[in-house]
């Protein structure tokens, strides 16, 4: 690793261990280069007075959400949406590479801020480029998180290439994440669990815990078996956001019963550009306002429990949760 990336690795490490009971951590944000999109797409960045699904936003714009959200730090990825793909997977390795460099110095540039992950894809660039992005993100970068997202490249998350992906990150004991929803068939609970089961060592991250923009109908059995999957298996951590927020509650209130450890298995996210930060931490701050005033709230199991929400297990889920797997990954590598 370079210099500047290990000494934004101990500032990123003293600054999470110093202030994580107080943080509060967006789990899913998504940013880009902006002088480095295609032509086609800046152009209709810069010309649309209409948002798109994924309309890319950069670290400064980030930055700016985060201090008007009141959010005090975000784990940064690259955004699909903005990362062009050709048939030529060299030059498919060349772009998201290039995605994950500008995640690296936006964090090296704020690292009281953004929190960086990797990215790699076994479709687009092939078994071999995928490992070694992975290898680049991991060792090179300092990433403690490498992502695949298997719903938008078309590849089971269970599948053998994924596998062997898992294994390299497992090796240089790093954690993976997955984009794992119901708005396509790449990413089943059944899928999942294989994962979380062949690989107990690391922590394994289930990005939008079954939502990701999935219609209702479709969401509806991912939600509930995703549940169920976090109380079974310890490793696996689950990130809300792209989600119905009734379901979003529920997930709180089912993990807060169980208590430790699934209480801490749990955080918030944006998922920004796809969702606003401020819309979304304004709700997540309302919703557990609601669930510490069990007189008004209507789910039976808060009101049979008026003291299972209080301040400080808010705070685990506000960002300690997080900030606490991203310490103890940065110490396992």
């Not at 960086?116 to 076994?122: E, N």
């Not at 790093?174 to 922590?203: C, N, Q, W």
Request: hydrophobic share 35%.
């Amino acid at each position: 690793m370079e210099n500047i990336v290990l000494e934004r690795i101990g500032k990123q490490l003293e600054f999470l261990k110093r202030n994580k009971n107080n943080l509060v951590i967006d789990a899913d944000t998504h940013i880009s280069d902006l002088d480095r999109l295609s032509p086609s797409l800046l152009d209709k960045f810069r010309k649309s007075h209409n948002y798109y699904h994924g309309k890319p936003i950069s670290a400064p714009d980030l930055l700016a959400e985060m201090t008007m959200a009141g959010v005090d730090m975000s784990l940064i990825w690259q955004n699909p949406a903005a990362t062009a793909y050709v048939k030529d997977r060299d030059t498919n390795f060349q772009n998201l590479l290039k995605a994950n460099q500008y995640i690296s110095d936006s964090a090296c540039n704020h690292p009281e801020k953004l929190i960086p992950a990797g990215w790699t894809d076994p479709r687009a660039l092939g078994l071999d480029k995928a490992l070694e992005l992975t290898q680049i993100c991991i060792l090179e970068y300092g990433f403690p998180i490498v992502k695949m997202n298997p719903a938008q490249n078309a590849f089971p998350i269970d599948s053998k290439e994924v596998f062997r992906i898992v294994e390299k990150i497992a090796e240089l004991r790093a954690m993976v994440a997955f984009h794992y929803g119901a708005d396509t068939p790449y990413t089943p609970a059944e899928g999942l669990e294989k994962i979380a089961k062949s690989f107990p060592e690391i922590r394994i991250i289930g990005v939008h815990m079954g939502g990701g923009g999935a219609g209702y109908s479709e969401g509806e059995a991912l939600y509930r078996k995703s549940r169920e999957l976090g109380l079974k298996y310890k490793n696996l951590f689950f990130i809300q956001s792209a989600k119905r927020d009734t379901h979003i509650e529920s997930d709180f209130i089912t993990y807060t019963l169980a208590g430790e450890p699934h209480n801490r298995q749990i955080g918030c996210g944006s998922d920004a550009p796809y969702g606003r930060q401020t819309w979304n931490f304004g709700g997540y701050r309302l919703m557990f306002a609601s669930l510490m005033n069990s007189e008004i709230h209507t789910d039976v199991r808060v009101k049979e429990n008026p003291e299972l929400f209080n301040t400080d297990m808010v705070k685990n889920y506000m960002g300690r949760n997080f900030a606490e797997l991203v310490i103890d990954g940065y110490e396992r590598m």
